[in-house]
């Protein structure tokens, strides 16, 4: 399988909403409820900011949510701040075959 | 703490083997599946490998198969992955992740440069 194909980059600016698609085929994302969403910062590992689609860890801000609708999962980021700057990633769980497939990636800029 | 902390990374000719380790702390270690993740140079997220707690199940990336051999120590805490027959598009920083929601714990990070 390929990977999930995310927007190269996106860009707001502070306080303002973005979204970051991530997309497959009906068949992958539609399939499966186990979606992930990372951000990583230059030089660090990544953090998980949203799991199971919509589900934030403890300690990640209210201002991240998630969601999927048919073939693709979206990353919503609200009130952005500058420290929102870094590459996200979607990571889906198969738990078959492509066990774990993430996303191309998508650069977040806060103007 | 939670802390994985990998080692073993280097610069390696093509062709070459290596073996990588992650050593867990501050978690009970023995009962996660346990991943290998990797990151080109300027390049996004690719999974390489999992493992389960008990190493009873195995999965592999299509690209690493045949090559690639995870294994873990669970009375040492500690995961590993086996690298031989290193290519050039292995070079990449290496993870130890657990990817298991919520409880997602990562290192960070040991570099692999395959270069002759």
């Known amino acids: 399988q390929s990977a999930l194909t995310q927007p190269a980059s996106v860009s707001g600016s502070p306080g303002q909403s973005i979204t970051i698609s991530c997309t497959g085929t009906s068949s992958v994302v539609g399939a499966y409820k186990y979606v992930s969403w990372y951000q990583q910062h230059p030089g660090k590992a990544p953090k998980l900011m949203i799991y199971?689609?919509?589900d934030r860890p403890s300690g990640v801000s209210n201002r991240f949510s998630g969601s999927k609708s048919g073939g693709t999962a979206s990353l919503t980021i609200s009130g952005l701040q500058a420290e929102d700057e870094a590459d996200y990633y979607c990571c889906l769980y198969t738990g078959i075959s492509t066990y774990y497939l993430f996303g191309t990636g998508t650069k977040v800029t806060v103007l | 703490e939670v802390q994985l902390v990998e080692s073993g990374g280097g610069l390696v000719k093509p062709g070459g083997s290596l073996r990588l380790s992650c050593v867990a702390s501050?978690?009970?270690?023995?009962?996660?599946?346990m991943n290998w993740v990797r990151q080109a140079p300027g390049k996004g997220l690719e999974w390489v490998s999992s493992?389960?707690?008990?190493?009873?199940?195995?999965y592999y990336a299509d690209s690493v198969k045949g090559r690639f051999a995870i294994s873990r120590d669970n009375a040492k805490n500690s995961l590993y992955l086996q690298i031989n027959g290193l290519r050039a598009e292995d070079t990449a920083v290496y993870y130890c992740?657990?990817?298991?929601?919520?409880?997602?714990?990562w290192g960070q990070g040991t570099l692999v440069t395959v270069s002759s």
């Open positions: 992740a657990s990817l298991t929601t919520p409880f997602d714990y």
């Open positions: 199971d689609v919509s």
């Open positions: 501050g978690f009970t270690f023995s009962t996660y599946s």
């Open positions: 493992l389960s707690s008990s190493s009873s199940y195995i």
